[in-house]
C-alpha cells in the first residue's frame, strides 16, 4: 500500500464522515455557515461602496501647503487621498456683466456682444499680471491635444497656458469677435449635433452652466456670468492674492461677500468609459455563460434551479469573504473588484460542486439519504482534492511572479479557494442533503396516488384465470378534478410559483419598477426635471403672486436657481442683494426705493435696471457643473484625474457695468436684424429642450435595462422554443415537468389506463368514440368501452360458442381458449408473414393469397344470382346505382331470401339465436383492416372477406366474401364500407338495415350520421352488406392508404397516385399525380382539405374541389409516416423522427421536433394547439403553437417498451394507443391548455 | 432505410457537410473577430487612459484589416485542430464541455488583461508571466500533444508574419522591446492558438454527434 493510496483512502473516510455529519445535522450547519459568511464580511462594511462620484475635502487657503506624500501621522478627518500635489491648481475668474441702465433702443444682442467682448481685455490684464515671475510660470503647460480630437483645434489652447474663457471661440482675438456677424452662431457651432449629458464645449469655456450664462436673445435678466479659468501647475499664493487685489481694484464687486478661504480638493474615481466597458462586459459576458453551461448538467435532483442558485451563492459568497477576509488582515484592495471578479469565479470555479451533485445523485436511490450523501462525497474526495492541491500550486507559481498586482490576485484567489472549499463542504453539502431528502419524500408521496390508480400487477403468466382483475377504479378521479381539488393537492411552494407565474407577477413588477426608475432619474437628474421644476417655480412666483406668497420675491431676480444642495442660508444671504443694488448713482434711488413689495411690479416688465448680485450659489459655482467637467477638459490633453484630485482655489469675482452708449459701440451691423424678444413664453424652450433630452436618455436607459433582463431571464430560463432541428431530449422517467419550463404546470398526474387482454400485438384499432375496438395478431377482436376502459366484447379466434353476454369477465371460455391457444398463435402469427401488416413500410409486403375456403355448405347457392364478375359488366350499370336500390340489391336476392326462408341466408344475415357455424367467421385468416361504426364493427380480413360484427353482443351479423384479395384498408363512412384491397382494386359496400317485420320500433333512417351518439343497430335488424360497385384497377399497385370524410373517399397507392371517389355514386373524381413515391400518407376532414405524403418525403396539398395541386413541400428524409391538419397547420412526421409542422396555408415551415431515433410515426391532434405524438412506451404531447413538450407519459413500468404505432383520439380528450398487447387509454386533463 | 428515396433540398442542404464546416467556420470567424476587436480596445487603454468620445471611432477605423485577419485565423486554426485530432486518430476526450470551453475563453481574456493592465517591472518579468500563464492554460483545457505542438507552430509562425509586416512597415509596435519583437506576442499568440482551437473541437464535437446519430440510426 503506497503512500498515495493511504492518503487516498484516508481523505476518503474523512469525507465520508463529513457527510454523514452534514446529512444528519442539516439545520445547524446552515445556521453556521451564514453566520461564518456575515463574520467574515464585516470588514467589508468599511469599504466604499463603488462610485464614481467625486469626493471633496475642503481645506483653508491661509496655511495652504502642498500635502506630502507619505502619510504622516493621523491627521483627523484628512482622507487618504489627500497626498502629494495636485494634479493642477483651479483658479476661476468669475465675471458679471451687464448693460445699465438699459434702454429701450438697445437690442437683444446688446446683452451679450459688449459684456463677452470685455472679456479680451480681462484675459490681457491677467496675462500681463507680473508679480514674481507671472503667469506663465504658473500655469499648466499642455503640449498637445489628444489626437482624434481636430475640431476642437480652434477653440482650445493648443500649447502653453490652459487658461480656457469665452473668448476661445474666437482665438483670443478681438478683431474676430468685433467681425463676427452672430455671436451665438459661432457658440453653437461647436455644440456636440446628438444628445450629450456632459461636459460640453459652451461649459468649458464658459465655466458656468448654459442656463446661467445669460449668453441668449431672450435672456430677461440682462446679466451675463461667464469665468476666466486658469489651471495652475503649481501653487503661489502671492501671485494669486495679487491677481486679485489687481482685478478688485479694477472691476470692484461692491455687494459681494464671497467667502476666499476655502479652497475645495476634490479627488475624482476612476472613470469607467465606454470603451474600458466593452472588455469588461465581455468578460461578465462570458462568465455569465461559464456558469449557464455549468449548472445547466445539474440533474437528476429536486430542485434543479435551486442548486444552481446555491453554487452560484457558494461561490459569490466564497468571494465575498475572501475580500472581507483580506481586508481583515490589512490587505487593502488596490485592483478593481469589478474587473478581476469575473476571472476570480473562473478560476473557483463551479465544477467542485457539481461533481459532487453528480456523484452524490449517482449513488442508489434505496440508501439512506446520509449514507448517499458521505458515499458521493467520498467517492469524489479524492478528485476534489487533487484539484485544489493542482489550483493552490498554479497559484502559488503565480504568487512568485512577484507582480504586485499580480501577487495580490493570488492572494484573493488563495483565500477565496481555501472559503470556497469550506463552503462546498459545508454550506452547499448540507443544501444538497435537503434537497435529496426533499426529493425523496416528493417521489413517496407521489408515487403512493400513482400506485393505487394503477391496476394490480398482472396475472402470472401461467395461471390468467385465477384472479381476473377487479374493477379498475374509475379514471375520472384522475382527470376530472376541480380546479380546487387541485390546488389542495399542491404543495405551497409551487402554488407560489403557479401564481407567479400566472398574473406575471414579476414581470409586472419589472416594468413597474422600471418606470418609478425612469422618474426617478429625470427627477434627480442636474440637468433634469427638478431643477426645471424648481427654475418654473421661482420665474412664476412672482407672476402669481398671492399663491407663492411664502416665497421671498426676489427670487425671480437672483441669477441662477438655488442648487439641489441648495440651503436656506444661501437665500437668506442673497437678501440684501435687492435692497443694495448697482452702485451707479443714477439708480440708487431707485434701488433704494424698491421695497420688496415693489419688486414683482419691476419684474414684470423686465428690469430697466440690470441687477448683478452675488450670492453664496456664486462662491462654489463650478457645482452646478456636470462632475465630469474637470475630467473631460483635461482629458483633451490627455491627463487623467483618475484616482487623483484637483484643488479648486476661491473664485475672483468681477463686476462689469457697462454703459448703453459702449453698447451700441460694439455693435455689429448685422445685430439689428435680430427680431425682438418675443412673448415670454419662449423662456421655456431651451428648459423643454433639456426635458425632452433627459426624457429620451431615460427611455433609452428603461428600454437597455429591460433587454438586460430579458436576456437574464432568457438565459435563466431556457425556455426552448421548437426551433429548426432542437432536439428535443425526451424527458427520462421521473424527472419533473417543470425543466423545459421554468415553471411547471400543474403535476396532474396523467397515469394511463392499460387495457390488457389481448394475448398478442395489437394490429388494428378502430374507435367511434364511445367503443373501441382492436384487434390483434392472433385475430381475437375485443371491444372496449372507451370512457372505461372496460371490456365489453371478445369475439375470440376459436370460440365454439359465440359470446354474447354483456361483461368482460363472464368470457372465460374466450379467456381459455386464447391461453390455451397462445403458443400456436405466436406461430401463427410469424409464420404468415405475409399477413402481417407491416406499419414501417405502411403496405404489406408480400401478397398472399387465400383459397376461398367453401363455407357455405348450408345456404343457398347464390352465385348465380351474383357476378363477381364485375369487369365484364358496364360499369355504368353500377355506378349509377342510387342508394335506395342499393337497399335491395336486385330483386333477386329478396326472391331467394324468401325462397330460403328459415335458413335463409343471403350474401349477409344473421339472426342472434343461430347455432354456430353458419355465420362461419373466417377464422383463418388475419385482419388486415377494421373500421367500427355505431356498434359494427367491419373488418376486413386477409382472404378477402369483409365481415360485420356486432360490437355490444359479438355476434357475426354479415360477411361478404366477393373479393379474393385482402383487404388492406376500409372506410366505413355513413351506410358505406369501402374496401380497398391488395391488387389494386377498391369495393363499395352498402350496408342494408332490415327491420324484421314484427318489430316496429323503427329507429329512424338507415343512413345515419357517422358518430351516432348511441348505437342504433339493434340486434333484431337484419343487417346485410352488399357490393355496390367494385373498382378494378383502381391503381395499378396495392393501395396503401385509404380515408373517407365529407363524402369523398381517397386512396393513395404504391403507383405514386391519390385518388378521390365520390362516396355515394363511387365515382372517380381525381386523379391526383404529384409524388414521386409511393403514397403513404393522407389526411382528409369534413372542410375538404386534403394532403398526401409520400415515400419520397413530400406533402402535397390539393384542393379537393377542383383536384388542382395547392402546395408541394419535402419535409422529410424518407417515408412521412403520418399526416394530420388543424384549421392552420400541417403537421407531418417522418421516417427520420422528425415532426414538421407547417404552415396549411402557405406551405411553409414553421419549425420541427426531432424526435428520439425509433420513435413512432403515430399523431394525432387533441385540440388547435396539443399534438400528441406515440413514442417508445410513450406518448408526448406537445403545444402546437411553440413546439414545447408539454408532458410525456410513460405508458407501462419499464421503459424498454414498444413503440406506439397506432394512436386514434378520442371525442372526450382522450387518446388510445397501442403499446404491445396491451392498449393504453390516456386522458388529457384540460390543465395541459394554457390558461392565458 | 434502403428505400429512401431522394431527400428534401431544404434537409440535404442543412444536413450537408460542407455547408456544416461553412457555418462552422463562419461562427469561429466571428469569434475571433469580436475577440480581437476587444483585445485591441484593452490593449490601447494602456496608453490612453481615458476615453474622449472620437478615440473609439479612431480604434475602428484604424488598421481595419487586423480584425478580419485575426478572424480568418481563428477559423482556420478552429477548423484545423479537429481535422488533425481525426487525422492521428486520437479524438480529443479531455473536458470536452461548453463550461470548460467558457472558462478557457475567460481565461484566454484575463491572460490580455494581465498584460495590458498589470505593470511589471521589466519585460522579462513580464513574457515570464504570460509564459506560464500560456503553459498552464494549455495544460488545464487541453493536454493533447498535438495541441501544444500546433500552438507553438503556429505562434512562431504569427510572431513571424507579423515581424515581417513591421519591417515593411505596414504596421508598427508602440516600443519594441526585445529583438525588435513584443516579447508578449508569441505567448499571447499560443493561447489564442489553444483558445480557438477548443472552441473548434468543441463545435466540431456537434457534427460528430450527428454522424454518429445518424449512422447509429441506420
Known sequence: MTVRERLREKISAAFYRHGLLCASYPVPIILFTSASILACCYPLLRLPLPGTGPVEFTTRVRDYTVPSHEPQGDLGERPDWYRGPPVAYIQQVLVKAAVSPWDSTLVPVDVFRSPL?????????????????????????????????????????????????????????????????????????????????????????????????????????????????MVLGSYDARFLSSLRARLRQLHPSVNCSLRE???????????????????????????????????????????????ALAAVVTVLSSLLMSVGLCTLFGLTPTLNGGEIFPYLVVVIGLENVLVLTKSVVSTPVDLEVKLRIAQGLSNESWSIMKNMATELCIILIGYFTLVPAIQEFCLFAVVGLVSDFFLQMFFFTTVLSIDIRRMELADLNRRLPAEAGMPLPKPG??????????????????????????????????????????????????????????????????????????????????????????????????????????????????????????????????????????????????????????????????????????PSLFSYYNITLAKRYISILPVIPVTLHLSPREAIETRHP?????????????????????????????????????????????????????????????????DLPCDDYGYSPPISEISPLLLRGHSMDIECLASDGMLLASCCLAGQIRVWDAQTGDCLTIIPKHGLRRSSSSGCWEQRDGWDAMGVAEPENLGGGTEPGGGVFDEDEGYPLRRRTTPRPALFENQPDLTPLIDT?????????????????GFDFGGLVERAYLEHEPPSRSLGYIQPPVPQGQGTPDWESAVWAMELRGNLIAAGRSSGKLELWDAVEGSLRCSNEDGVSGITALAFLNNRIVAARLDGSLDFFTVDINKPLGLLQYRGPPGRSNMPPSPCY????????????????????????????????????????????????????????????????????????????????????????????????????????????????????????????????????????????GC????????????????????????????????????????????????????????????????????????????? | MSTTPSRGPYIAVVTNRNTNLVIRGFMLFSIGVFLALVLNLLQVQRNVTLFPPDVISSIFSSAWWVPPCCGTASAMIGLLYPCIDSRLGEPHKFKREWSSVMRCVAVFVGINHASAKVDFANNVQLSLTLAALSIGLWWTFDRSRSGFGLGVVIALLATLSTQLLVYNGVFQYTSPDFLYIRSWLPCIFFAGVITMGNIGRQLALYECKRMSGKTHQD
Request: charged share 15%; net charge neutral.
Open chain 1, 117 to 229: 467682448g470685455r472679456v479680451f481685455s480681462l484675459l490681457e490684464e491677467i496675462r500681463n499680471h507680473v508679480h514674481n515671475d507671472g503667469l506663465e510660470a504658473l500655469c499648466l503647460q499642455v503640449t498637445d491635444l489628444l489626437p482624434g480630437l481636430r475640431r476642437m483645434q480652434t477653440v482650445l489652447p493648443e500649447h502653453g497656458c490652459l487658461l480656457v474663457s469665452p473668448g476661445n471661440y474666437w482665438q483670443n482675438q478681438r478683431e474676430l469677435f468685433d467681425s463676427d456677424p452672430d455671436l451665438l452662431k459661432t457658440v453653437h457651432q461647436h455644440e456636440p449635433k446628438g444628445l450629450h449629458t456632459t461636459a460640453t464645449l459652451r461649459d468649458l469655456l464658459f465655466g458656468v452652466p448654459v442656463k446661467h450664462t445669460g449668453v441668449s436673445l431672450y435672456s430677461r435678466k440682462r446679466v451675463v456670468t461667464y469665468t476666466i479659468t
Open chain 1, 261 to 307: 478661504d476655502q479652497m475645495v480638493h476634490v479627488h475624482f474615481k476612476e472613470e469607467i468609459g465606454m470603451a474600458e466597458l466593452i472588455p469588461l462586459v465581455t468578460t461578465y459576458i462570458i462568465l455569465f455563460a461559464y456558469i449557464y453551461f455549468s449548472t445547466r448538467k445539474i440533474d437528476m435532483v429536486k430542485s434543479k434551479w435551486g442548486l
Open chain 1, 461 to 630: 403468466p401461467l395461471r390468467p384465470r385465477e384472479a381476473p382483475p377487479p374493477p379498475r377504479p374509475s379514471p375520472h378521479t384522475i382527470t376530472l378534478q376541480t380546479p380546487a381539488f387541485r390546488n389542495l393537492r399542491l404543495p405551497k411552494r409551487l402554488r407560489v410559483v403557479y401564481f407567479l407565474a400566472r398574473t406575471r407577477l414579476a414581470q409586472r413588477f419589472i416594468m413597474v419598477g422600471t418606470v418609478i426608475w425612469i422618474g426617478i432619474l429625470a427627477y434627480t437628474d442636474p440637468a433634469g426635471l427638478r431643477t426645471y421644476l424648481a427654475a418654473q417655480v421661482s420665474e412664476q412666483s412672482p407672476l402669481g403672486e398671492g399663491g407663492a406668497g411664502g416665497l421671498p420675491p426676489h427670487l425671480g431676480v437672483a441669477p441662477g436657481f438655488p442648487g439641489p444642495g441648495g440651503d436656506p442660508a444661501s437665500t437668506l444671504s442673497v437678501l440684501p442683494a435687492p435692497a443694495e443694488p448697482t452702485p451707479l448713482p443714477e439708480n440708487q434711488s431707485q434701488g433704494h426705493h424698491g421695497a420688496p413689495r415693489d419688486v414683482p411690479l419691476q419684474t414684470q416688465a423686465p428690469p430697466l435696471v440690470p441687477q448683478i448680485s452675488w450670492g453664496a450659489e456664486d462662491e462654489e459655482g463650478w457645482r452646478k457643473l456636470s462632475f465630469r467637467h474637470w
Open chain 1, 670 to 734: 448685422q445685430d439689428t436684424r435680430h427680431p425682438p424678444p418675443p412673448s415670454l413664453k419662449t423662456n421655456d424652450l431651451p428648459a423643454d429642450l433639456t426635458l425632452y433630452k433627459v426624457a429620451a436618455l431615460g427611455l433609452a436607459a428603461g428600454v437597455l435595462l429591460v433587454l438586460l433582463l430579458f436576456c437574464l431571464y432568457r438565459v435563466l430560463c431556457s425556455r426552448n422554443y421548437g426551433q429548426n432541428g432542437v432536439a428535443h431530449g425526451r424527458r427520462r422517467r421521473g
Open chain 1, 869 to 885: 364478375n364485375f369487369d365484364s359488366q358496364p360499369p355504368s350499370h353500377l355506378l349509377l346505382t342510387p342508394p335506395r336500390d
Open chain 1, 1018 to 1157: 339493434s340486434s333484431e335488424d337484419v343487417i346485410s352488406c352488399q357490393l355496390t360497385r367494385s373498382v378494378q384497377c383502381a391503381h395499378q399497385k396495392p393501395i396503401t392508404v385509404l380515408r373517407a370524410a365529407a363524402g369523398r373517399v381517397v386512396t393513395g397507392s404504391q403507383d405514386h397516385t391519390v385518388r378521390v371517389y365520390r362516396l355515394e355514386d363511387s365515382c372517380c373524381l381525381f386523379t391526383l399525380q404529384g409524388h414521386s413515391g409511393g403514397i403513404t400518407a393522407i389526411y382528409i376532414d369534413q372542410t375538404m382539405v386534403l394532403a398526401s405524403g409520400g415515400q419520397d418525403g413530400a406533402i402535397c396539398l390539393w384542393d379537393v374541389l377542383t383536384g388542382s395541386r395547392v402546395s408541394h413541400v419535402y419535409g422529410h428524409r424518407g417515408d412521412v409516416t403520418s399526416l394530420v391538419c388543424t384549421t392552420s397547420c400541417v403537421i407531418s412526421s417522418g421516417l427520420d423522427d422528425l415532426i414538421c409542422i407547417w404552415d396549411r396555408s402557405t406551405g411553409i415551415k414553421l419549425y420541427s421536433i426531432q424526435q428520439e431515433v
Open chain 1, 1160 to 1236: 413512432g410515426a403515430s399523431l394525432g391532434v387533441i385540440s388547435e394547439s396539443l399534438l400528441v405524438t406515440g413514442g417508445q412506451g410513450c406518448v408526448s404531447f406537445w403545444d402546437l403553437n411553440f413546439g414545447d413538450l408539454l408532458q410525456t407519459v410513460y405508458l407501462g413500468q419499464s421503459s424498454d417498451g414498444q413503440g406506439v404505432r397506432q394512436l386514434v383520439v378520442l371525442n372526450n380528450a382522450a387518446i388510445v394507443c397501442d403499446f404491445g398487447s396491451e392498449l393504453s387509454l390516456v386522458y388529457v386533463p384540460s390543465v395541459l391548455e394554457k390558461l392565458d
